[in-house]
């Protein structure tokens, strides 16, 4: 069965920052510990800035999009890091051409 828009149970996650050792280990690890499955990533670094951009499905998740949100952009914020969580369908609303 396939899921409709409106039933999506995905999130686009981006993160920005100086690249340091461990980034991807961090974020990886605490989706993880959130039930999070990571369906798609890719990540590059242009001089030394790095960035990330992960396709995640909530569905199996133990916390709500709200407070994981929370979480990773307060975490992010402590290493220096810009994280954000956000629904599938605002993602795409907010990036149309």
């Known amino acids: 069965m396939t899921l409709s828009r409106e039933e999506s149970n995905r999130a686009i996650i981006t ?3 100086r690249d340091q050792i461990g980034i991807i280990a961090w974020v990886s690890g605490r989706l993880a510990e959130y039930h999070v499955n990571i369906l ?5 670094i242009v ?10 499905d909530l569905k199996p998740a133990i916390l709500e999009l709200v407070e994981l949100a929370r979480t990773l952009e307060h975490e992010g914020d402590n290493k220096g ?3 954000k ?9 907010m990036h149309r051409i």
């Open 15 to 17: 993160v920005l920052g």
């Open 40 to 44: 798609d990533i890719s990540q590059t």
């Open 47 to 56: 001089n030394e800035f790095f960035t990330m951009i992960m396709v995640v």
């Open 81 to 83: 890091l810009q994280v």
């Open 85 to 93: 969580v956000q629904h599938e369908d605002i993602f795409t609303f």
